[in-house]
């Protein structure tokens, strides 16, 4: 018989970290950020430069490749992306089979894992040519399949690609040209998106980039890592929480208005609520995104003439918990997901599609962590953990 209290039930010296609040997982040259200070840079780049000097298909250049284009690159960069943005025919037989009420996210994870099927090839980092053509394929195809999702759910014919028009304009049209168009660009929402999109472009280890880094680092190929990707910023805690502002906003209004009232519910250790879009997990000062992405939401809203009593009830909640003692000794602030989920309703975009917009930022961040972590040859992520469950239990019934 086995002596069961000879044996070992410890698996030696492991550090534990739930949830990796101060492990470092790899060595990056992609973001910089201090969360004390509220400092955001990509590529040694100020967030606050690139947000008000660049554009989106530039930053993503840099983040991907780790310098700025010079004209004639960012000029083929986008040609070879318009090369790749159709997206292959059959891909319509897997959108069919999906239900309308799905959520985009769930159909964009899944959109993105089929890619895998029709591109079969993974990707030989070693080769740049092969890496290259893999970044323009991944942003042309991801953009369409984006906009797609929403087309689906609302029973419209899919969009293609306008290769006259811009990156960013393109999502707008892919959306919604017709039948609700033909779409007219205005200039001041295509540079709040434009805006968006750079803000949200990469954030070094959080929970999707972990996951893309993660999956990747099992030689994955980057569609299939992608997915993976799509599907972590989902949640609410992460990329869902745009959404879950929104939902909050609508649910204040829609029980009378009192933004007070949630703030004391937010504020009461007893009830689990939690004010959405508020508080990070990096940033305890100020979220240098949400600084920049509060001016833009003013701009679009002052010039599109809203008036919307959703937009009003964000204003009242955000003085509020600016003022409150609670969320001060906290250092809770409004994170770019509160004014991006404002600038989304503003537009027109539906609620359930603001994952959707993040994750088509976060895109080039997630392609260039992917390559980052391949070309540095990183081990297979594999954490350990510590055993709490049963020691060794004789098998009798
Ligand atoms: N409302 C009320 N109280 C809050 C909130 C909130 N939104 N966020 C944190 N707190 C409180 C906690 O209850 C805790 O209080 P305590 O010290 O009395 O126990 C304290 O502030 C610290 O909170 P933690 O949960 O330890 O902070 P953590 O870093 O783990 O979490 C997180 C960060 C998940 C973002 C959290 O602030 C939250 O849930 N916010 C709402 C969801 C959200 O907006 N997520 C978007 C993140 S940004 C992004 O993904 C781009």
């Known amino acids: 018989a086995i002596d069961i209290s000879k044996l070992r039930d410890a698996s030696g010296l492991i550090t534990l970290d739930p949830g990796y609040k101060n492990s470092g997982s790899c060595k990056s040259g992609i973001t910089f950020l201090d969360g004390e200070l509220g400092i955001l840079r ?113 029973g419209f014919p899919l969009n293609y690609y306008d290769n006259t028009k811009g990156y960013v304009e393109n999502f707008m049209r892919l959306m919604f040209e017709l039948p609700t168009g033909p779409y007219a660009a205005n200039p001041v929402v295509i540079n709040a998106l434009d ?58 209004y829609k029980t009378g208005g009192d933004a007070e009232k949630y703030l004391a519910k937010a504020k009461d250790k007893n009830d689990p609520f939690r004010l959405m879009g508020f508080g990070h997990r990096v940033y305890k000062n100020f979220d240098p995104r949400a600084k920049i992405i509060k001016k ?43 004014y991006s989920g404002i600038i989304y309703r503003a537009l027109g975009i539906p609620t359930d599609m603001f994952t959707v917009m993040f994750a088509i930022g976060r895109l080039p961040g997630w392609i260039a962590q992917w390559k980052e972590m391949r070309e540095n040859k990183e081990p297979i992520g594999r954490p350990r953990q510590v055993y709490v469950g049963h020691p060794l239990r004789e098998f009798k019934r």
């Open 42 to 154: 990509y590529r040694g780049y100020a967030i606050e430069d690139l947000a008000e000097k660049s554009n989106f298909l530039e930053v993503s250049y840099l983040i991907i490749f780790g310098e700025l284009p010079t004209a004639a690159q960012l000029h083929q960069f986008e040609e070879d992306i318009r090369k790749y943005t159709l997206v292959n025919e059959e891909m319509k037989n897997i959108i069919d089979g999906f239900p309308k009420t799905a959520h985009p996210m769930g159909v964009l994870s899944a959109l993105t894992s089929a890619l895998t099927a029709f591109n079969p090839k993974s990707v030989n980092v070693d080769n740049s040519a092969e890496m290259y053509e893999a970044v323009c394929k991944t942003m042309g195809k991801f953009l369409v399949i984006a906009t797609w999702t929403y087309r689906k759910s609302m």
């Open 195 to 252: 805006k968006l999109f750079i803000l949200h472009a990469d954030h070094e280890q959080n929970c999707s980039t972990s996951t893309v880094r993660m999956v990747g680092s099992s030689h994955a190929g980057l569609f299939a890592s992608i997915s993976a990707g799509v599907s972590a910023l989902w949640g609410p805690l992460h990329g869902g929480a745009n959404q879950a502002v929104l939902e909050m906003l609508e649910e204040i």
């Open 296 to 338: 833009a939401a003013d701009e679009v809203l002052g010039t599109l003439g809203v008036q919307d009593p959703i937009l009003d009830i964000a204003k009242k909640l955000e003085a509020a918990a600016l003022e409150d003692d609670y969320f001060k000794s906290r250092n809770l602030y409004p994170n770019v997901d509160f």
